[in-house]
């Protein structure tokens, strides 16, 4: 059962627009939430991250947004860049779990083209 | 400094074969995850360690599946045998400690090919 979901596999926008990639969770007890970014051929890195205590965080071109009612969270990227193009992840943790343990989701592939 | 490592980068193999991969987590880190990625399932936590001893090994899918970390520099995935639906990216990734504020370091990852 998937707790953390990304519905949309795939998302394509014009270099210098925004990209906005969502996800979706289940499990009420989440209250810690991060963004991974995946490269081809390499392990996914960590971008940024949100207390549930928060509603949004912003680091340089990326912004998260968590609405806690809807059990939703953005990614903002803007302008995009042709070097955002990777895989994002969605991953949350919650106060009860086993230190450490993240949930991921199946990713969203981005597209940034010229 | 290094990373984390795993090796090797690429394996093929033929089912009922007994498979190997292996990871060296950043030096210092306490905790060490092994995840494997598919398309249907996504990037899923098999098992983690804390101080070489395994903590949650409820993702591991099955019997044939098995991690072992004997010591703080080196852990391996064994899977025997291994079978096509087997076939994914496996990932190692390892942090300093168990706080869930703290960043994972994931490796490049083996590319497991089950034929």
């Known amino acids: 059962d998937q707790q953390v979901k990304q519905n949309s596999p795939s998302l394509s926008v014009q270099e210098g627009r925004i990209s906005i990639l969502n996800c979706d969770y289940t499990n009420s007890m989440f209250d810690y939430f991060l963004w991974y970014k995946k490269y081809p051929a390499e392990g996914p890195t960590f971008l940024i991250s949100i207390s549930s205590i928060k509603d949004k965080n912003e680091d340089g071109r990326f912004t998260v947004f968590l609405n806690k009612s809807a059990k939703h969270l953005s990614l903002h990227i803007v302008p995009s860049q042709p070097g955002d193009s990777a895989v994002y992840f969605c991953?949350?943790?919650?106060?009860?779990?086993?230190?450490?343990?993240?949930?991921f989701g199946r990713g969203t592939q981005l597209t940034v083209w010229p | 400094d290094a990373g984390v490592i795993q090796s090797p980068r690429h394996e093929v193999t033929e089912m009922g074969q007994e498979v190997t991969l292996r990871c060296k987590p950043i030096?210092?880190?306490?905790?060490l995850f092994w995840y494997r990625q598919t398309m249907m399932r996504g990037l899923e936590l098999l098992i983690y360690?804390?101080?070489?001893?395994?903590?949650?090994d409820s993702g591991m899918p099955e019997d044939r599946f098995s991690a072992k970390m004997p010591n703080a520099s080196f852990s391996t995935l064994k899977i025997q045998p291994s079978e096509p639906r087997d076939s994914a990216v496996y990932f190692c990734?390892?942090?300093?400690?168990?706080?869930?504020?703290?960043?994972?370091?994931f490796g490049p990852g083996t590319r497991l090919t089950v034929l």
């Open positions: 030096s210092g880190h306490d905790y």
């Open positions: 360690f804390n101080n070489n001893v395994p903590i949650d």
């Open positions: 990734a390892s942090s300093s400690s168990g706080k869930r504020t703290d960043t994972q370091y």
């Open positions: 991953a949350a943790s919650h106060r009860g779990s086993t230190l450490g343990r993240l949930y």
